[in-house]
């Protein structure tokens, strides 16, 4: 299939890389066709660069690896007319970023009423429908539970008491991230709502470690 770039920066290269490896025909685009000819380039494969133009234009399924709306950098949208594009973009997420409605986490409101405690967040991410299975069938099915808390001693001894009924604690760091895990209940209640699936839990599943198959990730975004 024809797959083509807008933008030709990391995300691109390697999804190009990738793609191209598996028998895709690849265009990148660029505000500079000469850099996006220097990454096509760089993957081989029979990949090309041009303009975002000519991506848009030319290709078939549109990656859209620019943080801005196509009409923003396109002279024309009307070539991506009934075509596939892949919106692999993020929002800028600077480490203070805090919705106003986030300010105060439930955990960090205990926190504050009980300054004398310590509050480690933790199992809200766990529907009760979890427990159904013992402490062995969780473990062997490799749940994750979040958590946050300032106190390091709290947490060793949350994340024990979890291992015992069957849960790998993730440690997310200081309390002031425990919005971020009531954020996630939001996410998951979403997801159970919509299929009625009440066993479903976060975690991460880590992709195996190997050298960059296309180059270092560069100065750029996340
Ligand atoms: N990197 C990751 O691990 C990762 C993972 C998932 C999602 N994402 C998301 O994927 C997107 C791209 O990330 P990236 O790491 O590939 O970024 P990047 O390396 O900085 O590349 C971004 C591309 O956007 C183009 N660009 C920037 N501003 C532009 C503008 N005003 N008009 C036209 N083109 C513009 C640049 O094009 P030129 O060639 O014209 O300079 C560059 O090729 C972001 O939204 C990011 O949040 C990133």
Not at 41 to 56: L, P, R
Not at 62 to 80: D, E, G, Y
Not at 210 to 216: K, L, M, N, Q, V
């Amino acid at each position: 299939m024809k797959i083509g770039f807008l933008g030709s920066g990391n995300m691109a290269r390697v999804l190009g890389g990738a793609w191209s490896l598996a028998g895709h025909q690849i265009t990148f685009g660029s505000r500079d066709a000469a850099k996006s000819r220097e990454v096509a380039k760089g993957i081989g494969n029979g990949a090309s660069g041009g303009t975002n133009d000519e991506v848009a234009e030319s290709c078939e399924v549109i990656v859209s690896s620019i943080r801005a709306v196509p009409s923003s950098f396109l002279t024309s949208t009307s070539a991506l007319t009934g075509k596939v594009i892949i919106d692999l973009n993020n929002r800028d997420f600077p480490r203070e970023y805090k919705p106003e409605e986030f300010l105060n986490s439930l955990a960090e409101a205990t926190q504050k009423d009980v300054p004398s405690a310590k509050i480690v967040k933790a199992l809200n991410n766990q529907a009760m429908e979890v427990f159904n299975s013992d402490a062995v069938a969780l473990k062997e099915a490799g749940i994750q539970a979040f958590i946050a808390g300032d106190d390091d001693r709290a947490k060793q001894i949350v994340t024990e008491l979890l291992s015992d009924i069957g849960l790998k604690a993730i440690d997310f760091g200081l309390l002031s991230n425990a919005w971020l895990l009531e954020l996630q209940a939001d996410i998951l209640r979403t997801y159970m709502f919509a299929t009625g699936n009440f066993l479903a839990t976060p975690g991460f599943i880590e992709a195996p470690r190997a050298e960059p198959r296309f180059g270092e990730r560069r100065k750029g975004t996340y």
